[in-house]
């Protein structure tokens, strides 16, 4: 699975997907927050944002979406009335030991991963990449990771009376992180374009590179050709999602590109090496 297939699956179904994110659930015409604007003034039309954000930002979202918080928050982050609406004011913005509150006037639309059309996620283990699909979380945290800069701005989002908000920002440093020596891999990693970090018989599952995109094989590739199966090499943000995963010491870590609501991903699987880390396997959906 090359770029163009990620990009184009991503294209081709985001319009499918649009009102009711991740699930197949069936909703009622009626069952739609009222709040959320369809007047051309409130819309989200941004030349730079791809046109199913733009059918997003017009549509009501439905209820059943605030039940998955990956449902929410693909409308949250296309959708201006909404997000503002999902945002609980002042918010307080925390960076160190300063707290700072921002007003509802002040806040600006953040599109976060809407405009590259992907987000990253990171896991320790297979087990961990089933808890975005859970309907029982209470509290998500979405972070931008700035590997040049070093450090994690926290977006942290409650689920009370059957709606998610945000309640606060936090700012925290590589250091105060679970997966402080593995961000700063990551800086260098994806700086050096994977050189002298990438196994050189990479292992590789997924759609034949060489052949029918719909065949599945098990087989190694080059390891320079590594970047070709995602949309970009991150070179300074890349996103997590803290859906209830603890992280711990471990030897083992899954970087995850993920397409907007088509679900179509590439996994980078990392081993520790002594003090540093290999990647050691792709895996392509």
């Not at 979406?65 to 449902?71: H, I, P, T």
Request: glycine fraction near 4%.
């Amino acid at each position: 699975m090359k770029k163009a297939f990620l990009l184009i699956m991503c294209v081709c179904v985001a319009m499918v997907a649009v009102t009711t994110g991740c699930t197949s659930k069936k909703v009622d015409a009626d069952d739609s927050i009222n709040t959320d604007s369809t007047e051309a003034d409130e819309a989200d039309t941004v030349d730079s944002v791809d046109s199913a954000t733009e059918v997003i930002a017009a549509t009501p979202m439905p209820k059943a979406a605030d039940q998955l918080f990956d449902d929410f928050f693909f409308n949250f982050i296309a959708n201006k009335k909404l997000q503002r609406n999902r945002v609980k004011f002042p918010l307080p913005v925390v960076n160190g030991t300063k707290t700072t509150k921002l007003t509802r006037d002040a806040w600006k639309m953040d599109y976060f991963f809407r405009k590259q059309g992907y987000y990253t996620l990171i896991f320790d283990n297979e087990a961990q990449m089933k808890y975005p699909k859970s309907t029982d979380l209470d509290s998500v945290i979405v972070e931008k990771i700035r590997l040049q800069k070093g450090t994690i701005e926290q977006y942290w989002f409650d689920h009370q009376d059957g709606s998610w908000k945000l309640n606060q920002i936090r700012t925290i440093s590589f250091k105060d992180s679970y997966n402080a020596d593995f961000l700063d891999f990551l800086h260098r990693f994806f700086t050096s374009g994977g050189k002298g970090y990438v196994k050189s018989t990479l292992a590789y599952t997924g759609p034949d590179p060489n052949g029918e995109e719909t065949a599945t094989v098990n087989t190694t590739i080059p390891a320079e050709e590594w970047a070709s199966f995602l949309p970009e090499i991150p070179h300074d943000m890349i996103y997590n999602i803290l859906y209830g995963q603890k992280y711990t010491e471990t030897d083992h870590k899954i970087v995850t590109f993920r397409g907007l609501s088509n679900g179509a991903e590439t996994q980078l699987v990392f081993k520790a090496h002594g003090k540093s880390w290999r990647l050691e396997k792709i895996i392509a959906y």
